[in-house]
């Protein structure tokens, strides 16, 4: 008998996976949280049945999210991500030599000792000597860790349930408040075909309270339509400036020098969302 797990992105459109194994299922305090080994794309997190990431294609996200600040940023020393239980943004951030301590504040604990156990290539760094893992409310952390990072990644669910306040402009504001004078954040910010209102009040948002506002795509197979952006908020530096000829080579699958350019290379309907 063929199983199949079926993600429904919108009330009409889905993506449906042929498995091969449920690893693990749970309900959590906050969420439905499950792993499951699928055909086309290996082991996969899901959460209230929505994929997180996937063995497969998890680096595209987890590169992206990362590299793309902390290249901007000309000397970044102390990293936070909020949400990111799975440790894939972790294991980025502390490729980079300049890297003294990387903080993950993740509200569901079961999802970080659930991504240890099943999915220990993306969770590997977890237990880095660099690396802060705090159980929490990552809105109530922000606002008691003021002028303190320099850079930010919110590393979130979809807009629903526990993530919802953190794609909120109070939310953006205590971001703020606790990067530093140079300081860079970045969230990921959904799909641009189905998420156009949400991506404009956050591009509008961000825009009101940082000098320099920028949006970001990439290609990432397993989330809705394949197609993906994050919003950068930056205090002083400005992506589309960075020098390429001066990134170092790092252990990559995706990013490399000419994407940090190329990624805010936007089609005209994204563009058009940003006015």
Not at 23 to 37: F, G, M, P, R, W
Not at 105 to 119: A, P, T
């Amino acid at each position: 008998m063929e199983l199949w797990f079926t993600e429904y992105q919108t009330s009409s459109l889905g993506i449906t996976c042929k498995t091969k194994k449920t690893y693990h299922t749970e309900k959590t305090e906050y969420q439905n949280l499950a792993v499951i080994d699928t055909e086309q794309f290996g082991r996969m997190l899901l959460l209230d049945g929505i994929i997180q990431t996937t063995i497969e294609d998890e680096f595209v996200y987890h590169e992206m999210i990362s590299h793309i600040p902390l290249f901007t940023h000309k000397n970044p020393k102390k990293a936070l991500v909020i949400g990111g239980g799975d440790g894939g943004s972790i294991r980025e951030i502390i490729k980079h030599p300049s890297i003294e301590k990387a903080v993950l504040c993740e509200i569901d604990g079961r999802v970080i000792e659930v991504s240890k156990q099943y999915l220990p290539e993306i969770s590997c760094a977890l237990e880095n000597e660099k690396v802060e893992v705090v159980v929490g409310d990552g809105i109530k952390y922000v606002k008691e860790h003021k002028n303190e990072f320099d850079v930010i990644m919110i590393d979130s669910t979809d807009p629903i349930g526990p993530a919802e306040g953190l794609f909120a402009i109070d939310f953006y504001k205590s971001v703020y408040e606790a990067l530093k004078e140079d300081g860079i954040f970045v969230a990921q910010t959904e799909s641009p075909f189905f998420n156009k209102d949400l991506i404009s009040r956050v591009f509008k948002d961000v825009k009101s309270l940082f000098p320099i506002a920028r949006l970001y795509t990439c290609a990432i197979p397993t989330y809705p339509t394949g197609y993906w952006c994050f919003t950068m908020g930056s205090k002083k530096y400005d992506p589309l400036e960075t020098d390429i000829d001066s990134i170092p080579d790092i252990d990559t699958k995706y990013y490399c020098p000419k994407i940090h350019k190329a990624a805010f290379m936007l089609p005209k309907f994204v563009k058009n969302l940003l006015k």
